[in-house]
């Protein structure tokens, strides 16, 4: 990225990229703004979501009170994946101004989710409406100063912006990392061997090596701890044993520090805050988390749901993640509708099998919709849980 072509913006002079429409500093139109600079390819040069004039009217004033600022700026709240806020106001406050879209169920629960995990990063977050920036701007920038005067000795874990590729995205295949974390799965013999020592000594025999990419060792701790989740009898009923499993997230929490430092720490743990709806929604469709082969429990009534949430967040609060049962519901709905469509598009595939205008073949990636609706027969309360009133698995296929 330090060879890409800076120019220097026309107000503040500060240093601008022709991919940015804004100056980040002043919220001023960048007059070298080039929307043919976005490429895929290039972590840089992704294309965003652009400012909204709500977002762009509210930077510029406080630019205008001397308030320092930055505008949509990355945030790298995990070793993989950033987010840019609207505005990052002295460094240690998040604003955010939010349109009609963030009122959606959905859009509400993953605002909610990265909101905890930029709060575990040290920032404060403070969400307005775009209307208020429209009607009362000034009530906005008085709410803005008080929490500034409010806020002294807050100072982020992390802040972290346009960071080098090299130190970020992985810079090893998928398929490799999978394969590194089963082969270093079958030699963790004891808990001792989940340690910094042993993980680089064994990793350091690969090439290319994930060892030294935030990223890659990012992705191949959590399927470590995807295979490494075991089950447990608790009251006649398999359940997940969260005791062993936060033992062992507490270690890849000290490899990743011990490896990378503080902030690749904090990384982990918010990757985890923001998966976490997703892990359980998994031990209630399919008992087992995606990397897993086998299912490990059967989650077959409401109070199991319960009794899961409440162990997990038991052994994971104290690494500030958390879940909560109404994120879970939307979870599992935003499952079941994935279903749904993968059942109208199998119905579609057996009505050209008859005609033999398909091939058996092709429709085997859709092949595990039949062992999940024989499953699913053990889930007639889900329906009732979610208020979804669709049969889950009555003459479907």
């Known amino acids: ?125 403070y969400r307005f409406k775009n209307r208020e920036i429209a009607e009362s701007l000034g009530d906005v920038i008085t709410k803005i100063k008080y929490i500034l005067s409010q806020s002294r000795g807050v100072s982020p874990k992390i802040f972290e912006i346009d960071v080098p590729e090299g130190n970020t995205m992985s810079n090893i295949s998928g398929s490799f990392v999978k394969a590194y974390a089963s082969a270093l799965n079958s030699t963790l013999l004891t808990i001792d061997r989940w340690d910094a020592i042993y993980f680089k000594e064994f990793l350091s025999r690969y090439d290319p090596s994930p060892i030294d990419n935030r990223c890659a060792m990012e992705k191949l701790i959590f399927i470590l701890l995807g295979l490494s989740l075991r089950s447990k009898d ?24 011990e490896l990378f430092g503080k902030a690749a720490e904090i990384e982990l743990k918010n990757a985890f805050n923001i998966t976490a709806t997703n892990f359980i929604k998994n031990l209630i469709f399919y008992g087992k988390p995606r990397v ?53 598009e199998r119905a579609r595939f057996n009505r050209l099998i008859k005609n033999d205008k398909i091939s058996k073949s092709e429709i085997n990636r859709l092949s595990w919709l039949e062992i999940w609706l024989e499953e699913a027969k053990s889930l007639h309360w889900l329906s009732e849980w979610l208020g979804y009133e669709k049969p889950l698995y009555h003459n479907r296929l």
């Open 1 to 125: 990225m330090a060879a890409e072509r800076q120019q220097l913006c026309k107000k503040c002079y500060n240093k601008i990229f022709p991919y940015q429409k804004y100056c980040r500093k002043c919220a001023s139109y960048n007059i070298y703004y080039d929307d043919s600079q976005f490429n895929v390819g290039n972590k840089s040069k992704i294309k965003r979501s652009e400012s909204t004039s709500y977002v762009v009217q509210l930077a510029k004033e406080l630019y205008s009170l001397g308030i320092e600022l930055t505008l949509e700026p990355e945030i790298w709240y995990t070793s993989c994946d950033f987010y840019t806020p609207d505005l990052v106001v002295n460094n240690k406050i998040i604003i955010e101004v939010d349109g009609p879209v963030h009122e959606n169920m959905k859009i509400k629960k993953n605002d909610r989710i990265r909101q905890r995990a930029l709060e575990n990063t040290g920032y404060l977050v």
């Open 234 to 257: 608790y009251q006649d009923e398999r359940v997940i044993d969260f005791g062993h499993y936060s033992v062992l997230f507490d270690k890849s929490v000290a490899i990743m520090n």
């Open 292 to 344: 897993a082969v086998s299912r490990l429990v059967w989650i077959k009534y409401y109070n199991s749901i319960v009794y899961h949430i409440n162990e997990f967040n038991e052994y994971f609060l104290k690494f500030g993640i958390s879940v909560e049962e109404s994120d879970v519901k939307l979870e599992c709905l935003g499952e079941l509708e994935k279903i749904e469509c993968r059942l109208q």
